[in-house]
Structure formats: C-alpha cells, structure tokens
C-alpha cells in the first residue's frame, strides 16, 4: 500500500552532520506517523524519533539535542537531519510509517524502508 524510499547516508566524521529523507508513495493519505529506527550488528532495532501528522515529535534519549526529525505533508517526506554525529551513532537507519495508530509512539510500523547506512569514524 505504502512505499518508502530512503536517501542520504553515509560516511561522516565524528562530531559531523548528515541528513537523511525518506519519500513516501502510494495510499498514503492516511499515514500518521513517520520516523527513523536504527539498528546496529550488536543491538536491537531501536525508535530514533517519531512524528505525527500534526507535527508531534519524539526522541530517544540518546539522540535529543543533535537530531531533528521534520515532516513535510505537501512532500509526503520525513527528514532526519543529525548533528554531533558520535562513533555510537552508526547504524543502518530505517525509515517507517504507520496507518494504524494515532500516536507519536510508532511502536509497529507496518511499512519500512530498505535502510541506508550511516557510519561515523572517530
């Protein structure tokens, strides 16, 4: 129903930035929630930040005060624009939707991306 198509990524040095997009298409009038997981080889997937389609926003602790997550409703596109990139940081970041809830918690996204790796050399 829904297609995500990620862009950005890559190779940054520590304390750098990057921003990721992600592009959604099909029926996606009904999207609410849009956001970013991550997922390192030792760890668990994990919810980076969220966003609602009335612009509500939600960060792991671990990120607040570097990333940014920005949604564009007329674009159907969901930005994550990261600053004071750390080494920890690196991951194949996720982008994902929901149409199910009406919550900033996007705790089962039924629509994923395919991933884009970030990486962060110290």
């Known amino acids: 129903q829904v297609q995500l198509v990620e862009s950005g990524g890559g190779l940054v040095q520590a304390g750098g930035s990057l921003g990721l997009s992600c592009a959604a298409s099909?029926?996606?009038?009904?999207?609410?929630?849009m956001g970013w997981y991550r997922q390192a080889p030792e760890n668990q997937r994990e919810l980076v930040a969220s966003?609602?389609?009335?612009?509500?926003?939600k960060y792991a602790d671990s990120v607040k005060g570097r990333f940014t997550i920005s949604r564009d409703n007329a674009k159907n596109t969901v930005y994550l624009q990261m600053n004071s990139l750390k080494p920890e940081d690196t991951a194949v970041y996720y982008c994902a939707a929901t149409d199910k809830i009406r919550s900033v918690v996007l705790s089962n996204p039924e629509y994923w991306g395919q991933g884009t790796q970030v990486t962060v050399s110290s």
């Open positions: 099909g029926s996606i009038f009904s999207i609410y929630t």
């Open positions: 966003i609602t389609r009335g612009l509500i926003t």
